[in-house]
């Protein structure tokens, strides 16, 4: 182990404290005051672990801090204080370390990562050359910080990003944001008297929400999701105003283009309507390309100092192709009548799948009830299997089940009974019934 690799781990119980102190220190990003004070708490822990206090730069009254070391133009460490979780979150999700897990608001995104910035900095003998900027407005699109981020970037060879990631692997790649705010205008009327006379904005964000949704495309990993929307005052009044949040992700360029020409293109459906769009593109794709260099370097170094293997991950890249993947597969099956799909329209079936695909791959029929039937079927030559998948196929409707396979329901009935007793199986039981239901859909007879 390396002198930096021992310091470190020596410094483990302090570090643990320190980000305890950070999160313990709420700080939503609407709340100035709440935001300030974690300011101080974090200046104090750089001006103790670095030796140097930072630069307060304050922005609409939001404050900022920078540290440079010497020339400050090698490497900038960026970073947030901020967070998204309100003043009193603590009493629902309390700091706590167990089973080598910690947890608390805003540890992850991003106090942890504050904290680990300084104490990597305590170990370092020689500083020159480095710049830290911590900001109090990331949770909310860095409105104020922007500009200094992009300036302060600019002036470094190489920018270092202390959020966490999955597994403690370097994010090398990550999606494109695009944000859109649709203001919708229509005509007020009494909804009782005169309903007819009105233009309403909750209709019309009805059909904008549908047309916005339809631009996702899962194959390219484009998201394009409605999120907060409002309209109306009174229950008794065609609301004549409305308002909408739309949040895109994309991995590519091109794809950020398509949908920023799509959303500007929308038109009214209702007559008389009119809607306008604020926003755009926000910030741009990350390509792997971008970052493959410095993430060779980082990876080499990770070596050096005796921490094994360094894993590069592309935020939300990888996932969302692998959920597009895995919605295609479902659609390609003919086990869904959708001609698309996102993931979560087809989750469930997609589960199923996978399971169905695992069973055929390892040639490991599950055991249990229906194993049990199809055997004694076969044996016997009876359809207590076909009885059993027509009752939970029609929730224990019997008249409706006995119709399907054709034939009495009181014969149904009894094949019913007789199936339970040969298959060892409560019917009563909820549990049972889905632990069939699920046989049923991943066992498939064998040849």
Known sequence: MTAIATALEAGLPGLLADIEELVR?????EDL????????????????LTGSAPEWLDGSGRPALRWRFGSGDRVLL?????????????????FEVAGGRLTGPGCFDMKAGV????????????????????????????????????????????????????????????????SYEMTLTGRAAHAGLEPHRGVNTTTELAHQVLALSALADPATGTTVTPTVASSGTTRNTVPDAARLLVDVRVETAAEQDRVDRAVQGLVPVLPDASLAFSGGPDRPPLPTSASA?????????????????????????????????????????????????????VY???????????????????????????????????????????????????????????????????????????????????EARFEAMLQLRLSPPRP
Do not use: M
């Open 25 to 29: 220190t709420e700080s939503p990003s």
């Open 33 to 48: 005051a709440a935001v300030t004070g974690c300011a101080r708490v974090v200046a104090g822990l750089g001006t103790r």
């Open 78 to 94: 960026l970073g947030h204080f901020d967070t998204v979780w309100p003043v009193g979150s603590l009493a629902d999700h309390p």
């Open 115 to 178: 904290a680990q910035l300084f104490h990597a900095l305590s170990v370092l003998d020689d500083l020159d050359g480095v710049s830290v900027l911590l900001t109090g407005d990331e949770e909310i699109g860095a409105p104020t910080s922007r500009t200094l981020i992009e300036a302060e970037a600019r002036r470094t060879r190489a920018v270092l990003v202390l959020e966490a990631s999955e597994g403690g692997a370097l994010k090398t790649a990550r999606k494109g944001v695009s």
């Open 293 to 345: 260099e410095l993430f060779d370097l980082a990876r080499s170094r990770y070596a050096e100092l005796g921490f094994g293997p360094l894993r590069g991950v592309a935020a939300e890249l990888r996932r969302s192709r692998a959920d597009a993947d895995r919605a295609l597969r479902v659609l390609g099956s003919g086990r869904s009548r959708r001609r698309s799909a996102r993931l979560s329209d």
């Open 348 to 430: 469930a079936a997609s589960l199923l799948e996978e399971l169905t695909e695992r069973i055929a791959a390892e040639d490991d029929l599950p055991d249990g009830p229906v194993v049990r039937l199809r055997a004694y079927d076969a044996r016997h030559n009876t359809a207590f299997t076909d009885t059993l998948a027509a009752w939970l196929g029609t929730f224990g409707d019997v008249p409706a089940a006995a119709a399907a396979v054709h034939i009495h329901p009181n014969t149904f009935r009894y094949r019913l009974k007789r199936l339970a007793v040969v298959a060892g199986i409560d019917l009563t039981d909820p």
